[in-house]
């Protein structure tokens, strides 16, 4: 039977507070264990020889989470020592936010062919985040790769796309076809909710919930199309990734607006209901 499986991001937890409050690793794994997630990303901005290893092997195998990773790697051969760090991981995928950008798509096709060599090489699986400031920045030029290179899998975080093309709400059908093209190549799906001129909003607060009810939309379309041409055996993996400040919206005093934790927890609980109905057959409510 497909299953899905929901992560948390490591990145996700920091505090980031104006007072100096922040959690440490543990108290991070422990809360993410504690509430029932599958697991935990790592966001590794820096090389993996920066990330105390013997450590997180530790905390992942004390609380019995999973381990996805996110790698940005500034040259091609940037990829393969995180490569080498997720099968030491036993990570299902390197979710790739390339800093090789080049401006002609022409240019861009050989820097993903050699990501997708490499980890052939390495027996790793990799997925290319659909990103602001990567090889992935442009929606449109995104596209084009997809046309051009049908072994490029896809990490959905749609926030990046709906503010850099300023989507007007509701969205025109030409704008949905245009997602809808990212969606069924969607291998893997992050949760935030952006609107057409934020990146991250709070979901609790009702001007924004057209903005959850669309982000919502797009994940049952990408998991519908995911569970269509996926084997009975093959998992789903969801990342709710709700970014501390600057991401997410303070006011005057530096403190945010909402609680991100609670966030988190209400997405992944509506994306539950959105696998559960899938399952059962249901047609999505209007």
Not at 84 to 97: C, S, T
Not at 266 to 284: D, F, N, P, Y
Request: hydrophobic share 45%; charged share 30%.
């Amino acid at each position: 039977m497909q299953k899905l499986e929901i992560y948390q991001s490591l990145w996700a937890m920091e505090l980031r507070r104006p007072d100096g409050i922040e959690r440490s690793h543990e108290e991070a794994f422990e809360m993410v264990a504690e509430a029932g997630f599958d697991g935990m990303a790592l966001d590794l901005v820096s090389q993996p020889d920066g990330v105390e290893v013997a450590k997180f092997k530790r905390l992942y195998a004390r609380h019995d989470l999973g381990c996805s990773i996110t790698a940005f790697p500034k040259s091609v051969e940037d990829l393969r020592p995180v490569l080498r760090m997720a099968r030491e991981f036993d990570a299902p995928f390197v979710n790739v936010i390339g800093q090789v950008m080049p401006l002609a798509v022409d240019d861009m096709m050989p820097v993903i062919r050699a990501w997708l060599e490499m980890a052939s090489e390495e027996g790793v699986r990799v997925l290319f985040e659909t990103h602001r400031n990567c090889i992935t920045n442009d929606l449109f030029s995104t596209l084009l790769l997809l046309d051009a290179l049908p072994e490029m899998e896809i990490c959905a975080d749609l926030s990046h796309y709906l503010i850099d093309r300023e989507f007007w709400y509701p969205l025109s059908a030409s704008d949905q076809a245009l997602i809808s093209r990212v969606l069924a190549r969607s291998e893997s799906f992050q949760g935030r909710v952006a609107s057409r001129e934020q990146i991250q909003v709070p979901i609790g607060f009702p001007q924004n919930q057209k903005w959850f009810d669309l982000f919502a939309d797009w994940w049952e379309e990408g998991f519908r199309a995911w569970r269509s041409r996926s084997g009975d055996e093959a998992v789903l993996n969801f990342l709710c990734e709700l970014g501390p400040p600057e991401y997410a919206i303070t006011g005057a005093d530096g403190f945010e607006l909402s609680d991100r934790w609670e966030e988190a927890l209400i997405i992944r609980e509506r994306v539950r209901e959105i696998w559960s109905r899938l399952e059962a057959g249901q047609a999505a409510r209007p």
